[in-house]
């Protein structure tokens, strides 16, 4: 998953959810709060319920996910970004 694609979910669950668009997460203004909010996400996707979903998702397709969240990590990073909320699972 790509950084641009972890923020279509974000808002498309905040669109579903009816949330004030100032909680949608736009690519070109990327500040440290937001950041740490999209490190948190990750780190939440990247647990093992999540990953595997409570046991049934089979480990291939857990791999592959954990995979394009590592990806999406490595982008946040190399825009700058370094977490200042503590992460459990990266």
Same mark, same amino acid.
């Given at each position: ?33 937001? $950041?740490? =909010? ?12 999540? #990953?595997? !979903?409570? +046991?049934? %998702? &089979?480990? $291939?397709? =857990? ?12 982008? #946040?990073? !190399?825009? +700058?970004? %370094? &977490? ?7």
């Amino acid at each position: 998953m790509s950084l641009k694609r972890l923020i279509e979910k974000q808002n498309m669950m905040a669109r579903l959810f009816k949330e004030d668009s100032s909680k949608f997460w736009n690519i070109d203004s990327i500040d440290q709060v937001t $950041a740490d =909010a999209m490190f948190r996400r990750l780190d939440s996707d990247m647990s093992p319920e999540a #990953l595997f !979903a409570d +046991g049934e %998702r &089979p480990r $291939a397709q =857990a791999a592959k996910l954990a995979k394009q969240y590592n990806s999406a990590f490595k982008e #946040l990073t !190399a825009k +700058g970004f %370094r &977490p200042t909320v503590e992460l459990y699972n990266f």
